[in-house]
Nanobody, 120 residues
Framework: QVQVVESGGGLVQPGGSLRLSCAVS????????MAWYRQAPGKQRELVAA??????NYVDSVKGRFTISRNNTKNTAYLQMSSLKPEDTAVYSC???????????????WGQGTLVTVSS
């Protein structure tokens, strides 16, 4: 059983900063990917940032403003968000691609999401 729990969402004014955390727990043998997605009402879910094997990628709209990082010892990922804009408002969800045994396949595990609201 693998659990993914996000935290850190809330209300922030435009131009402000927020740090999201994603804690992965359970029987984790290895993690291949940590990623952050977001979905605003009426819009498709989009990949915001991901890190795999030390390589990071971001959606163009957040480049230079958001940073994804990992603490591998704690199996925790972070999303540092700066210069926030109203259009960043969304439910942010964390996904990990992990396996519970070295002979098992990698599977996706999702968190419940945390709401980020950027407004004055």
């Amino acid at each position: 059983q693998v659990q993914v729990v996000e935290s850190g969402g809330g209300l922030v004014q435009p131009g402000g900063s927020l740090r999201l955390s994603c804690a992965v727990s359970g029987n984790i043998f290895s993690i291949a990917t940590m990623a952050w997605y977001r979905q605003a009402p009426g819009k498709q879910r989009e990949l915001v940032a991901a890190t795999t094997g030390g390589i990071t990628n971001y959606v163009d709209s957040v480049k230079g403003r958001f940073t994804i990082s990992r603490n591998n010892t704690k199996n925790t990922a972070y999303l540092q968000m700066s210069s926030l804009k109203p259009e960043d408002t969304a439910v942010y969800s964390c996904k990990t691609v992990a396996r519970t045994d070295y002979r098992s396949p990698y599977l996706e595990y999702w968190g419940q999401g945390t709401l980020v609201t950027v407004s004055s």
